[in-house]
């Protein structure tokens, strides 16, 4: 008589089941284009932008210069949440390492592999997905600043 029972209830569940797996015609599903939060979480915000967000190949553009740079950020392989690469710009290679927390980016630069030439600090721009930061340049040996602005370029490289 038990197992009679446990049928009939394992049967009942799966009809049930069955019927929420239809679309409802009152209330239809949304189109495919329509934000859903699956999509929603594939861009995060400043807060939830972490290094792996950083790998890849960023434009860098500075309020007084004309010229854009080439910045690759890849893994730190002594830092597990820093980020390390080149900075291209002018003929010019220079090495850099940072990261980012909380949506603050820090960067340093270095001309010479040695010491820091400049610093970079910023922040997450809050409706970029984590593809672009603006903040200020500091060059250490005069101390001038200037406005940047980071744009993450599209694709692996």
């Known amino acids: 008589m038990k197992a009679a029972i446990t049928t009939f209830l394992i ?71 820093s980020v390390r690469g080149t900075l291209r710009r002018g003929g010019q290679v220079s090495q850099v390492a940072g990261d980012v927390d909380d949506g603050d980016f820090t960067l340093e630069e270095s001309d010479n592999g040695r010491n820091i030439s400049a610093t970079w600090t910023g922040r997450v721009v809050d409706t970029s997905c984590g593809k672009e930061i603006r903040g200020t340049w500091t060059n250490a040996n005069n101390t001038r600043n200037t406005n940047f602005v980071l744009r993450k370029q599209p694709g692996w490289r």
């Open 11 to 81: 049967a009942s569940c799966g009809a049930f089941t069955a019927a929420y797996g239809q679309n409802d015609v009152k209330n239809p599903a949304p189109p495919a284009s329509a934000p859903t939060a699956a999509t929603t979480a594939t861009c995060p915000g400043p807060t939830e932008v972490t290094h792996l967000h950083l790998y890849g190949l960023w434009q860098a553009t500075w309020a007084d210069t004309p010229a854009p740079a080439e910045l690759q950020l890849e893994r730190h392989p002594e830092l597990a949440e």
